[in-house]
């Protein structure tokens, strides 16, 4: 399976909900797509993007949130996982593409090229869904499984480790930034509510 | 222990009254009862961490989706989320607001917490965060108020150093009389 396909396969899902990347292909490949303001990609801080997507699935229960993380990037926010479990949000959709490598900087194999699970240890953290794909239309099922389960899951996709010739995009960071701050005001007031501990 | 529990009540109120609607946490001793009063808030949430630095990406999302947020951490938590504070908060222009509380300085005794102090101010310095102390309950609201309309101004974090002053409210000073008073015949006098 390629990372593109799988993506070009759920766009159409992704058109009011709040989507949150890792940097490198995911980024690349999701803008060449096609950008929405409703999209926002973390290009550096890696393992962060789970932590975002958990800040604002939090604080905003009414939208629905997608996360696209990578292995490389999970990797480095193992523990992340217990705090996505421990709250659990139901409007957090976590999709992790794993090539079982650091594409973006040479193709340098990750854990989860000798054997680590990243699906088994999400579960192991608690995540309540979990699943591990390796074809499109795998990965539709289960990405529509989630969005229609309400509980937060974790979908690993294994991915070939192909992507895109370059990965500088003419998106500004601090445009992208904006611009996604300004979509998620427009969406309607922020709501906190009351969530477990 | 004697964590002031009057302080955090103070530190607390005066995150409350700037509308922080949610608290990131990772327990350390100075914390324990700023920690609970968000636990016990019903309008707080409250985002008990593995490691700090994931409260970057948190209060990241929690900041562009709408709502204001602090990090409790001690020092070496804040050590520990640099990456995420350069590569998300700083690169991206969020205003953070991290309440870090200021081991190893004057008066520390736990020999483990003793590195950490004399790095901060450094750290901080380095990658140019603005900083406040926080020693005395009578300036906690309004430090706390103006860090955060700078950080809101700047889009970027700043810092206040929860002093032990502040939050602990053991006599300063009295670790040898104290030594002295436990043990009558000792042979450490008040003057040793």
Same mark, same amino acid.
């Given at each position: 399976?390629?990372?593109?396909?799988?993506?070009?396969?759920?766009?159409?899902?992704?058109?009011?909900?709040?989507?949150?990347?890792?940097? *490198?292909?995911?980024?690349?490949?999701?803008?060449?797509?096609? /950008?929405?303001?409703?999209?926002?990609?973390?290009?550096?801080?890696?393992?962060?993007?789970?932590?975002?997507?958990?800040?604002?699935?939090?604080?905003?229960?009414?939208?629905?949130?997608?996360?696209?993380?990578?292995?490389?990037?999970?990797?480095?926010?193992?523990?992340?996982?217990?705090?996505?479990?421990?709250?659990?949000?139901?409007?957090?959709?976590?999709?992790?593409?794993?090539?079982?490598?650091?594409?973006?900087?040479?193709?340098?194999?990750?854990?989860?090229?000798?054997?680590?699970?990243?699906?088994?240890?999400?579960?192991?953290?608690?995540?309540?869904?979990?699943?591990?794909?390796?074809?499109?239309?795998?990965?539709?099922?289960?990405?529509?499984?989630?969005?229609?389960?309400?509980?937060?899951?974790?979908?690993?996709?294994?991915?070939?480790?192909? *992507?895109?010739? *370059?990965?500088?995009?003419?998106?500004?960071?601090?445009?992208?930034?904006?611009?996604?701050?300004?979509?998620?005001?427009?969406?309607?007031?922020?709501?906190?509510? /009351? /969530?477990?501990? | $222990?004697?964590?002031?529990?009057?302080?955090?009540?103070? %530190?607390?109120?005066?995150?409350?009254?700037?509308?922080?609607?949610?608290?990131?946490?990772?327990?350390?001793?100075?914390?324990?009862?700023? %920690?609970?009063?968000?636990?016990?808030?019903?309008?707080?949430?409250?985002?008990?961490?593995?490691?700090?630095?994931?409260?970057?990406?948190?209060?990241?999302?929690?900041?562009?989706?709408?709502?204001?947020?602090? $990090?409790?951490?001690?020092?070496?938590? !804040?050590?520990?989320?640099?990456?995420?504070?350069?590569?998300?908060?700083?690169? #991206?222009?969020?205003?953070?607001?991290?309440?870090?509380?200021?081991?190893?300085?004057?008066?520390?005794?736990?020999?483990?917490?003793?590195?950490?102090?004399?790095?901060?101010?450094?750290?901080?310095?380095?990658?140019? %965060?603005? !900083?406040? #102390?926080?020693?005395?309950?009578?300036?906690?609201?309004?430090? %706390?108020?103006?860090?955060?309309?700078?950080? #809101?101004?700047?889009?970027?974090?700043?810092?206040?150093?929860?002093?032990?002053?502040? $939050?602990?409210?053991?006599?300063?000073?009295?670790?040898?009389?104290?030594?002295?008073?436990?043990?009558?015949?000792?042979?450490?006098?008040?003057?040793?």
């Amino acid at each position: 399976m390629l990372r593109l396909d799988a993506l070009n396969s759920v766009y159409d899902r992704l058109a009011d909900r709040v989507v949150i990347t890792i940097m *490198g292909a995911v980024a690349a490949e999701l803008q060449a797509i096609g /950008h929405r303001p409703n999209f926002f990609y973390l290009q550096h801080a890696m393992g962060l993007a789970s932590s975002m997507g958990l800040g604002v699935a939090l604080t905003r229960p009414e939208l629905s949130v997608v996360v696209f993380d990578g292995d490389g990037s999970i990797l480095m926010n193992l523990g992340g996982l217990t705090t996505l479990a421990r709250y659990r949000p139901k409007n957090l959709v976590h999709v992790v593409f794993d090539n079982e490598s650091l594409l973006s900087v040479g193709g340098f194999p990750t854990a989860t090229s000798t054997g680590s699970d990243i699906a088994g240890m999400a579960a192991a953290a608690g995540v309540p869904r979990t699943a591990t794909v390796r074809t499109i239309d795998d990965f539709v099922a289960a990405f529509d499984d989630a969005l229609a389960s309400q509980q937060l899951t974790t979908i690993v996709a294994k991915v070939d480790a192909k *992507g895109p010739a *370059g990965f500088v995009t003419d998106l500004a960071l601090l445009e992208n930034r904006f611009e996604f701050q300004r979509w998620l005001r427009k969406t309607g007031a922020a709501q906190p509510t /009351h /969530h477990p501990r | $222990m004697p964590v002031s529990v009057d302080s955090s009540r103070i %530190i607390y109120d005066a995150l409350k009254d700037c509308g922080v609607g949610l608290v990131s946490a990772l327990p350390e001793t100075w914390l324990v009862h700023l %920690i609970r009063m968000a636990e016990e808030d019903p309008a707080m949430v409250l985002v008990r961490l593995a490691k700090e630095e994931e409260g970057v990406g948190i209060s990241a999302g929690a900041h562009l989706a709408g709502t204001k947020s602090a $990090m409790l951490m001690q020092n070496h938590g !804040f050590l520990a989320s640099v990456n995420g504070i350069v590569s998300c908060a700083q690169l #991206y222009r969020i205003p953070l607001l991290m309440l870090i509380s200021h081991r190893g300085e004057f008066g520390e005794r736990d020999p483990w917490q003793t590195e950490g102090g004399g790095v901060t101010e450094h750290v901080l310095q380095a990658l140019r %965060i603005p !900083f406040a #102390y926080l020693d005395s309950p009578s300036h906690v609201a309004h430090r %706390i108020r103006k860090g955060l309309t700078l950080a #809101y101004s700047s889009n970027k974090p700043v810092a206040l150093l929860l002093c032990r002053d502040l $939050m602990w409210e053991e006599p300063e000073g009295d670790a040898r009389r104290e030594q002295g008073d436990a043990k009558p015949s000792g042979r450490l006098s008040p003057q040793a």
